[in-house]
């Protein structure tokens, strides 16, 4: 996840990568600088212009290339935000993720990365929210995403892009089966695209790559890969449907050109029954 938002970041953000590679270049020039000073012996150790320049140049090091001496610009800098189950998991990341690590003086997300939790009272200012992450949302947590979610992009003029990160919104034993969990699915996880999806099967896999389309794979030991790809759909498929498609690949059953009609709806019906 912290790789995944770094890397989405500084991808998307307006001037961010810019920002960092000026900050590399700044603490480039300060070592280098700080090298030639005490090499040359610059002032002697009671000479405050010397001391001030040699603390200044391990300070832009340390603080992985930003100046002390230098003008802050006025603008609000774009928020990434980060919505976390809780806040006890946003508290983490958010002591573990800025930290500066020694060995490369940055911390491991962009300074713009903030960390939030569902639930409770929403206090953050979210005006300049640029990209928002769901990390994890489960089904207990649907109606605090969908409110901050429609609240976001109401109120976030400049928001791009809104990420949910292995979601699990509906769930048998808290949304049920019935109209609750379909009006769910409706309002809030058809509309979403999956940009990248992995289901592993007892027979096989089901992924998708955006954009490319969802593919079914059956384990095949003479295929280079270890498998190979059996069907490919425009659309996220269920468990039977995928189900029928292994049985139609090894004959199990006959292929219905109609589509996978009635006997696949019973059957979401009796495998999201079984699972009350």
Do not use: H
Request: hydrophobic letters at 40%; a negative charge.
């Amino acid at each position: 996840m912290q790789k995944f938002v770094s890397a989405l970041s500084y991808a998307m953000m307006p001037g961010l990568m810019q920002k960092r590679q000026m900050e590399m270049m700044n603490v480039v020039n300060a070592r280098a600088e700080l090298q030639n000073l005490m090499m040359e012996g610059g002032g002697s150790e009671g000479d405050a212009e010397f001391e001030q320049r040699k603390d200044d140049l391990m300070s832009i090091i340390s603080s992985g290339g930003k100046d002390p001496n230098q003008n802050l610009d006025s603008t609000i800098e774009p928020v990434v935000r980060i919505y976390f189950p809780d806040e006890g998991s946003a508290a983490l990341a958010r002591r573990d993720w800025t930290q500066i690590d020694p060995n490369t003086n940055e911390a491991l997300v962009p300074s713009c990365v903030q960390f939030s939790s569902l639930g409770g009272v929403q206090m953050d200012d979210t005006s300049n929210d640029y990209l928002i992450f769901f990390f994890c949302p489960k089904a207990s947590e649907s109606d605090d995403v969908e409110e901050i979610l429609y609240k976001c992009e109401a109120q976030c003029p400049n928001l791009m892009l809104s990420i949910f990160v292995n979601p699990l919104l509906v769930d048998m034993g808290v949304t049920g089966f019935g109209m609750a969990g379909r009006l769910l699915r409706e309002r809030l996880i058809d509309p979403l695209v999956n940009v990248y999806y992995l289901r592993t099967l007892q027979w096989g896999a089901l992924t998708r790559v955006y954009p490319n389309e969802f593919t079914v794979w059956q384990e095949d030991e003479y295929a280079e890969s270890g498998y190979r790809l059996i069907k490919t759909l425009d659309t996220l498929p269920s468990n039977p449907e995928v189900e029928d498609i292994y049985d139609i690949e090894n004959g199990n059953m006959k292929e219905n050109k109609e589509g996978f009609g009635l006997l696949n709806a019973i059957g979401d019906f009796v495998n999201g029954m079984t699972q009350l």
